[in-house]
Every structure is written in C-alpha cells, then in structure tokens.
C-alpha cells in the first residue's frame, strides 16, 4: 500500500536554529499538508499546498515557516529560527483529490529543540 | 470554545466489549466527519469517514453523525486487543483543514 514518508523520524536542534523536515507523498497525489502534534494536545493543521503554492494555512504558521516541492517527489517544511515551543510531533499528509476522506498521512517527525 | 471536544480518557475495557467514543463540536459549518486512529509513534489512519447526518457501518465499527446535536460517535463491537489505540475524530467543512480533537486512549484487556 502507498505511503508516506516523512525523514528523520527524530530531530533534535538547538534553539534559534533552522531545521527542514523532510516528506515524500504519495506519488500521484496533488495536494500536501503538515500537521503537528504537541505532546499531550491536539493534531493541528498548519499548512495545505497544491500546484507549487499554499492554499491555506493557520495561525501558527507564522514567518518562522514555510513550505517547498524542490522536486517531484519531494515536499519540505522548514522552521527558521526554532523556538522550543516548536516541539512538536509533525505528520505530512497528502491526498490525490480536494475531497476530505482521502488523506494519508506519514508516521511523523518528532523534533525536540533544547 | 474549542472547536472539537473529546474526552481523552483513557478508556480501559475487556476483550469483547462494545467501545463508545464520542465528539461534540460548535461549528455548524462542519459537513465531513471522520475517525482516526493512532498507533503510538506513528501517525492516524482513517478508520471511517461519513458525510452529514447518519450512521455507518464497516465490519465491527460504526460511526453515527448527529448534526441536530453537533455530536458523532464510533462504536466497536467485539473489541479486539489490536483495537488498542488512541481514536481521533476529525471534521472538516469546505475548507482544507481539517479540526482534530484531543484522541481517547483505548487499552482493550485481554
């Protein structure tokens, strides 16, 4: 079965440094997305991408963050200056069509910023 | 308010149990709901999914929408040790997010 691919499955940075989290979606799917998950609380979104551009994102995604498909396969989220609030379970997803049932998401990255 | 209530739990039962799980929501625009689960360190998979109003039924599950009362619930029957895990639901209205709650940690005993 199809999946996706999130590398590494741990990263631990120091604060104030930059950190890319690494995805590889499902080969024929269009639209991406992060997510995260602070220990203890709720999944939350982040960001949606489709056709090289952000299509919706949330507060939190804030000028710290942003979002590139360098490539085909390839989809990256990197935080500029960590903070350690920025702790946080992230998951990727992506899904071949608009339609809200069709999200696969990968085992996720835990970052840990000491 | 938050937007997803979900009791967290956790929820411990015998094998072969019938599981309740339940979410209320506030926002009336919600239109898709759906249930994950999730495996320690690994991310949620889609267990069921239902569009508006109504039940669904998928082997031993069943999910149930209640949009007059802003409620939906998964229902196991026969629970399994394998059904141990941490349920979340999910909704989503026409927009690309979608709203988590918190996940109820279920422990099945064998």
């Known amino acids: 079965e199809p999946e996706v691919t999130q590398t590494p499955s741990h990263q631990v940075t120091q604060m104030g440094q930059e950190v890319i989290l690494r995805c590889v979606p499902i080969?024929?799917?269009?639209?991406f997305y992060w997510y995260r998950q602070i220990l203890g609380q709720k999944v939350e979104f982040l960001v949606s991408?489709?056709?090289?551009?952000?299509?919706?994102k949330s507060e939190i995604f804030d000028d710290q963050f942003s979002v590139e498909r360098p490539d085909g396969s390839n989809f990256t989220l990197k935080i500029r200056s960590t903070k350690l609030e920025d702790s946080a379970m992230y998951f990727c997803?992506?899904?071949?069509?608009?339609?809200?049932?069709?999200?696969?998401f990968g085992s996720g990255t835990r970052l840990t910023v000491v | 308010q938050k937007e997803v209530e979900q009791d967290p739990g956790p929820l411990s039962v015998p094998e072969g149990a019938i599981v309740s799980l339940n979410c209320t929501y506030s926002?009336?625009?919600?239109?898709?709901f759906m249930w994950y689960r999730q495996y320690s360190r690994k991310g949620p998979e889609l267990l069921m999914y239902t569009y508006s109003s109504g039940n669904k039924e998928d082997g031993r599950f069943t999910a149930q929408v209640d949009k007059s009362s802003k409620y939906i619930s998964l229902f196991i029957r026969d629970s399994q040790p394998s059904d141990s895990a941490t349920y979340l639901c999910?909704?989503?209205?026409?927009?690309?997010?979608?709203?988590f709650g918190t996940g109820t940690s279920l422990t099945v005993i064998p």
């Open positions: 997803a992506s899904s071949s069509d608009r339609g809200p049932y069709g999200y696969t």
């Open positions: 991408f489709y056709n090289n551009e952000i299509s919706e």
């Open positions: 926002n009336s625009a919600f239109q898709y």
């Open positions: 080969s024929n799917h269009l639209y």
């Open positions: 999910a909704m989503r209205n026409t927009g690309n997010q979608f709203y």
